[in-house]
DNA sequence: GATAAAAGTGAGTGATCACTTCTATTCATG
DNA sequence: CATGAATAGAAGTGATCACTCACTTTTATC
């Protein structure tokens, strides 16, 4: 009678490894502090030995930096996919959003993730690539929020900037009652709340509210 | 000639040094991720040895649990003193948002922390105090939101949720970009542009843009 | 099917962490 | 000014971490 014993894992080329090693991260990372996922955590859910990881990165940071990799790709794709379906500027922008939210749903250690690394001190490969990922957003949304003003569905004053910003402001928003709350159906369902205030903003113009108060 | 040996600490009540734990916490976390502050960091700050400062906390989180308190006294305290010295209501979230920038931009370690706590994966007491803050900061925000309604200033099919929901959002956004470009006077720059969008928003009322798009 | 490269194992390594313990110093109180 | 309690120092402790290494197993190639 043989002892059931573990397996040994399979021999897997290095690029199907490294794959698997990150989404075994965004998985984790979906219910635990990113802080608190560790090689040996990672190895795990692999179900391979912490020293195999080393075969495959040669320190933590690069298996980071490949994880912000493969979140960059997948939601840039996806919000470009979204935007350029739809040929009103604002309906791109709630698309956009709308998209943002529901990947965040999907992923729910992805924001952590993000934090996780632009809170570092240091300067790392992965931190760079969080920060890389957060400019190219921001300029995805510039873009779309001047071409709504040139062609005059949003007010000449628009400023540009400011409302690049409170978009990303509105996912951190979401992002953080979802952190407390933990319940990504009502983050889903308090997304269209939440933009149909910011798409009011952006359409009504500065000079026109000045005068209010 | 004596060799200038390194001072003894003076005797402090468990009170003081405790006051001076947590300050000393809150000054390190303006420049280094909260995961990395280590208790012979915060002694070495104090000018003590790691030892000594368990004679004051029982735990590392009892620490958290302090400076956690000590954010929410200062924070709440400011803002419930700047919007009570305004009479409009639009003009206190105005204040409250200008306020909160500043009280970042004074300890930038501050939402640092508070975001570190939060991502916390355990029910520690110093997350308790972290998400009873954001509850407290909500609940004030709700308030004042439903007072202007009331009052007619904000129109009456105003989504108040949504609204304290997109407030918090934007101060979020704001530590984002501080957190990338590590530059306060430019947050506080960016603050009441982006709350004139916000309050565009709010007193444009949904029915006013749902015909718009 | 021999062989070498690639991939996995398992037992380290040193560094660092929160926390403890024992001793030395300070300080308030009589 | 003696004394005891409070506080600080110094040197641990065990746990955990990223990372290494010698060796074994698999896999691709001729």
């Known amino acids: 009678m043989k002892t059931p014993m573990t397996q040994r894992a399979k021999h897997l080329?290095?690029?199907?490894?490294?794959?698997?090693?990150?989404?075994?991260?965004?998985?984790?990372?979906?219910?635990?502090?990113?802080?608190?996922?560790?090689?040996?955590?990672?190895?795990?859910?692999?179900?391979?030995?912490?020293?195999?990881?080393?075969?495959?990165?040669?320190?933590?940071?690069?298996?980071?930096?490949?994880?912000?990799?493969?979140?960059?790709?997948?939601?840039?794709?996806?919000?470009?996919?979204?935007?350029?379906?739809?040929?009103?500027?604002?309906?791109?922008?709630k698309a956009m959003f709308l998209g943002h939210v529901d990947f965040i749903a999907e992923h729910p250690g992805v924001p952590r993730m993000m934090v996780g690394q632009l809170q570092n001190t240091g300067e790392t490969p992965a931190k760079r690539m969080a920060r890389a990922l957060v400019e190219n957003y921001a300029n995805r949304l510039r873009r779309i929020l001047s071409a709504a003003r040139a062609e005059g569905v949003l007010p000449p004053d628009l400023d540009i900037d400011a409302a690049a910003a409170l978009f990303l402001g509105m996912i951190q928003g979401l992002v953080m009652q979802h952190l407390i709350h933990g319940d990504s159906a009502r983050m889903r369902a308090d997304a269209p709340r939440v933009f149909a205030i910011y798409r009011a903003g952006l359409v009504a113009g500065a000079t026109a509210v000045e005068g209010r108060t």
Do not use: C, Y
């Not at 990881?53 to 980071?64: E, N, S």
């Open 13 to 93: 080329p290095s690029d199907e490894r490294r794959a698997e090693a990150v989404e075994a991260v965004v998985e984790l990372a979906a219910s635990a502090n990113p802080e608190e996922i560790t090689t040996s955590a990672i190895a795990a859910r692999m179900k391979l030995t912490q020293g195999a990881l080393f075969r495959h990165f040669p320190t933590k940071d690069a298996i980071w930096q490949g994880v912000m990799e493969w979140v960059s790709e997948r939601l840039l794709a996806r919000i470009d996919r979204l935007a350029g379906a739809e040929s009103d500027p604002l309906a791109a922008l």
